[in-house]
């Protein structure tokens, strides 16, 4: 993680002087505001010597003074807020706005909060541009590498804190909403950032230790059957590009089916660029291009793998080899000059999409006045960032209606996240706090204390997240004395991270014992999980009458669980994966790529039973459900492959008010000629509403014929005719109906050669 600190004065605009009168880079036609992108962008690559081409191509791009241009830092991110450091105007010092992690806003099931989100990372981190100085380090350019659009398909990934959730639907409308809320503002001619969807493709694995042998995302051969290839590990990228229309594009470390992605030209060239007609730049994640070498050992050396890279349709490398090699490869004959020419165009036209080629005082994204200090963490962002990770919150068992717990009570606050402030902030995260601490963040037991107005609340780790240190009778003598318990478990950064998988999903160390022996003495006891990737519980599920899943809920998750414990907040999250029993793990290995193999991964083919399936959430009130038409219970029907609009009637029956989520689910029934890999269910969608008692709304789920298909052995998506379970659900109950795909299959647009 970059060290993050408070800026000492307002700087100048990234690239001020480019393009403006008097500059020398005004002499030159791609500073020529009439022409097309495209236009000013190839005069400017035709200016260049190969050299100069070369120097360009690396995440760190060198200037080039003849001509005006600066030097560009391509690696920024933006994840669930900008990475960041504190800014200040000379008067005021803030520091960038952090939200939950996307496993945890994944949870909320909410697009508008995913845009809302978005855009505000956009609007901070280009306030936060026009106020600290530019020296083109990393984290110094417009371009953000984010999202992660990777999936949550195995609890021992070490950064499933990134990806949100497990289900391709899910996360495909989440980075669909977040990349749009980042790049689009007020200036239709200019993107407010760029948002680059990562790592293409199938990245879910980092470092881990297999029957003896070290297995690591530099040299996995990510091994996966085309359907489930197109999906499960595609729609998201997929979304990323057609729906959210993103500039951007990381290609991983892995190799797919024995070819290294960031030299996968069937994958690159031929899928991203030709099927889904993407036409933004791609970057390689830092260190990949060598890995091709080095790792896979699928190139002799550097110049034969920049030459891999740039036809693939790589256009700039973080690392160093593109920087170093492609000259030597044009001289060796491996590169045609008109290739690298390709890569550069569309890099200039990013730079030129963001406005740096064009007089700053012209554009709003460059004036601090609109997109400056007041923008940074401002009120409307804080409160958004509450409303972020409030609806992430989801209750996950209320036996006995422990909860919500009553003010005025002697609470105890035990476990190794009674502290926590900087486990809230994820990875990837902005300096949060002036004194480049973290302290202004609310910790569980700050948090709690407040909202237990009148009464007396404790707190003592007893345990630490993983280690020997064993205080436990002195928890336990803390709880006895209290009328309710809150035991805050789970996982950090040390167990969960880049390069880091985790071997199992249980407490680690001595969580578990304190949780026996604190649940043994009977008290009103609520579980709290703080996490990233999936946990599992085994026996102590049955130990305490409340679980409730936090995630890392970001700058305002304290404060969001304390709302919810106490019923200021009806939760209404729901789980964006499946929490399975603890012997899964050792039943699937983590380079099983494929989601069908048995026992099966995620909702849609694990064949087992979940502690938690994807989809629950319990509330503090009643929900009724009702289909709006047909007639409940009556068969629906639809052609195959013609779209669908579903509709339903959410009723709170009460006793408190609240918002509520809906998700519908289709399973099939009687399907002939089903392939192997069709789910066993899958989610066509969500809605929600915030009702008072009694009153009632409509809500709308529209289904595209795309969602009702299936890959077959050659990559053409079909849907097929048959009969089927239509179930919607609040989380804790569930209506089904009969459900008719008729007619004849349907093919559905070009397969995946």
């Not at 307002?10 to 001020?16: E, G, H, N």
């Not at 380090?137 to 398909?153: F, K, Q, V």
């Not at 989801?394 to 002697?410: F, S």
């Not at 049955?542 to 998750?557: K, L, N, T």
Request: charged share 15%.
């Amino acid at each position: 993680m970059l060290a993050l600190i408070p800026t000492a004065a307002l700087a100048a605009p990234l690239w001020p002087d480019v393009c403006t009168p008097g500059d020398i880079s005004s002499n030159f036609s791609f500073c020529d505001q009439t022409l097309s992108f495209d236009a000013r962008a190839a005069d400017l690559v035709s200016r260049l010597t190969l050299e100069e081409k070369q120097s360009i191509l690396d995440n760190g791009a060198a200037a080039i003074p003849r001509l005006g241009i600066p030097k560009y830092q391509w690696w920024s991110e933006g994840l669930h807020g900008p990475l960041e450091p504190c800014v200040t105007d000379g008067t005021v010092t803030k520091c960038p706005t952090n939200f939950p992690a996307p496993s945890a806003m994944a949870a909320a099931m909410n697009d508008t909060l995913y845009l809302a989100a978005g855009s505000a990372v956009g609007i901070e981190g280009r306030a936060i541009s026009n106020l600290r100085p530019h020296d083109a380090s990393i984290g110094d350019g417009l371009t953000y590498w984010a999202p992660n659009a990777n999936m949550e398909r195995d609890p021992r990934w070490g950064r499933n804190q990134e990806a949100p959730g497990e289900d391709p639907h899910l996360t495909s409308k989440y980075i669909a909403a977040y990349v749009r809320g980042l790049q689009e503002g007020e200036d239709p001619n200019h993107v407010q950032m760029v948002a680059t969807c990562k790592h293409f493709i199938a990245n879910s694995l980092e470092h881990s230790t297999i029957d003896g042998k070290v297995i690591t995302r530099h040299d996995f051969d990510a091994e996966i059957p085309l359907p489930e290839l197109q999906d499960y590990y595609m729609p998201a990228f997929k979304s990323c590009v057609q729906e959210g229309r993103a500039l951007g594009i990381m290609c991983s470390y892995n190799a797919v089916n024995g070819v290294p992605m960031c030299a996968n030209r069937q994958l690159i060239a031929d899928v991203l660029r030709g099927e889904w007609g993407f036409d933004g730049y791609v970057t390689s994640d830092c260190g990949a291009v060598d890995d091709i070498v080095n790792r896979h050992h699928f190139a002799p050396d550097g110049a034969t793998a920049a030459a891999m890279g740039l036809r693939a349709g790589c256009d700039t490398d973080c690392g160093g080899v593109y920087g170093g090699n492609v000259v030597a490869a044009v001289n060796r004959s491996l590169l045609a000059v008109s290739t690298v020419d390709a890569a550069l165009r569309r890099l200039v036209k990013i730079q030129m999409r963001l406005g740096l080629f064009e007089p700053k005082g012209t554009q709003p994204y460059f004036d601090p006045s609109r997109y400056g200090i007041a923008q940074v963490d401002s009120a409307a962002h804080q409160q958004l960032a509450y409303e972020a990770a409030v609806q992430s919150v989801v209750l996950l068992q209320n036996e006995k209606r422990t909860l919500p717990l009553a003010p005025g009570i002697k609470l105890a606050l035990l476990g190794p996240h009674v502290n926590a402030r900087e486990v809230f902030m994820s990875n990837y995260h902005g300096a949060r706090c002036p004194s480049g601490k973290f302290e202004c963040i609310a910790s569980p037991l700050q948090a709690l204390g407040e909202a237990n107005a009148g009464g007396e609340t404790s707190g003592y780790e007893g345990v630490e997240v993983d280690s020997a240190v064993n205080n436990i009778s002195s928890a336990v003598a803390l709880a006895r004395g209290a009328d309710a318990v809150v035991l805050l478990v789970g996982i950090d950064q040390s167990q969960e991270m880049e390069e880091h998988d985790r071997s199992n999903c249980t407490l680690p160390g001595l969580q578990p014992q304190l949780v026996e022996q604190v649940a043994a003495l009977g008290k009103p006891t609520v579980l709290v999980l703080i996490h990233g990737g999936a946990m599992c519980l085994g026996a102590l599920k049955s130990r305490v009458p409340a679980i409730v899943d936090a995630f890392y809920g970001g700058e305002m998750g304290a404060k969001a669980l304390a709302d919810v414990l106490f019923g200021k907040y009806n939760p209404s999250g729901k789980l964006p994966v499946t929490m399975y029993p603890p012997e899964y793990l050792y039943q699937i290995p983590l380079t099983q790529m494929s989601v069908t193999a048995p026992p099966g991964r995620t909702h849609l083919y694990y064949s087992g039973t979940p502690e938690f399936a994807f989809g629950s959430g319990l509330s503090y009130s009643t929900w009724k459900i009702a289909p709006v038409a047909p007639v409940e219970g009556a068969p629906m029907q639809v052609a195959a492959g013609a779209s669908l609009r579903l509709a339903v009637k959410l009723t709170n029956a009460g006793p408190l008010p609240g918002a509520q989520r809906v998700l519908a689910f289709l399973r099939p029934r009687l399907v002939a000629g089903a392939p192997r890999t069709m789910p066993k269910q899958r989610l066509l969608g969500y809605a929600g509403a915030h009702l008072a008692v009694g009153e009632s709304a409509t809500l709308v789920i529209d289904v595209e014929a795309a969602q009702l298909a299936q890959s077959d052995a050659a990559g053409a998506r079909v849907v097929l005719p048959g009969e089927y379970t239509l179930a919607f659900s609040d989380g804790a109950h569930e209506v089904p109906m009969r459900f008719t795909i008729t007619g004849d299959a349907a093919t559905l647009g070009a397969k995946v050669s």
